[in-house]
């Protein structure tokens, strides 16, 4: 089944608590891109790569990482989490225009 | 960023009837997509009408746009109960780069 998956589903740690939030897809696709998302924010990009060793920032890039060694995982690194980063969390891939979601992580900083 | 808006913000109607949803963007496009979300899960992506293109049709899904506007309208026909979900509108400007609006939160009440 074609799919993005990210883990963990849910997370919740404490400020200054280096994470990483794994997504990866199955479908080959060149694109992948980490998104989050907050009422009334809509969904806003953090970072995207057009292929491997390729990352570029989105718009909300402070305080995130970001890195693509292989095609299929682009995992989201917070080196130093604050509550402001307390959100929920996509993954996307596309192979062309349309862009295929991860089911999201709920991350919490206390 | 440049963030479309979607009006309204929450929808709610009698199931059978037809919600309209509108978003303005701000950019030229190459195309533009709606997803839809249910609560607190990925997007799911649901039709693209290229920038060329004044409507299209899928199934119970009508888009249509105004690139003179920036405008694009979703109409969900006959709605079911199925339907309730938020409904985002996304501007495809190129680089892959999807600008998504703050959504839609239809509710279909039985």
């Known amino acids: 089944e074609a799919q993005v998956t990210q883990n963990p589903r849910y997370l919740i740690t404490v400020t200054g608590k280096k994470l990483t939030v794994t997504c990866s897809q199955n479908?080959?696709?060149?694109?992948m891109s980490w998104y989050r998302q907050d009422p009334g924010l809509g969904l806003r990009q953090i970072y995207y790569s057009m292929n491997v060793e390729v990352t570029d920032k989105g718009d909300v890039p402070e305080g995130y990482k970001v890195s693509r060694k292989e095609k299929r995982n682009f995992p989201l690194i917070l080196e130093s989490p604050s509550p402001n980063q307390t959100s929920l969390y996509f993954c996307a891939s596309s192979g062309g225009h349309e862009q295929f979601f991860g089911p999201g992580t709920r991350l919490t900083v206390l | 960023s440049q963030q479309g808006e979607e009006d309204p913000q929450a929808l709610s109607i009698q199931e059978g009837e037809n919600a309209t949803m509108n978003c303005s963007y701000k950019?030229?496009?190459?195309?533009l997509q709606w997803y839809r979300q249910n609560s607190g899960r990925g997007l799911v992506h649901l039709i693209l009408i290229r920038s060329n293109e004044r409507e299209k049709h899928s199934g119970r899904l009508r888009v249509t746009l105004d690139t003179s506007k920036k405008s694009s309208s979703l109409l969900i026909t006959a709605s079911r109960a199925a339907d309730t979900a938020s409904y985002f509108c996304a501007a495809f400007g190129g680089a892959q780069k999807l600008v998504f609006g703050q959504g839609t939160r239809l509710t279909i009440n039985p």
């Open positions: 479908m080959n696709h060149e694109y």
């Open positions: 950019t030229s496009i190459n195309n």
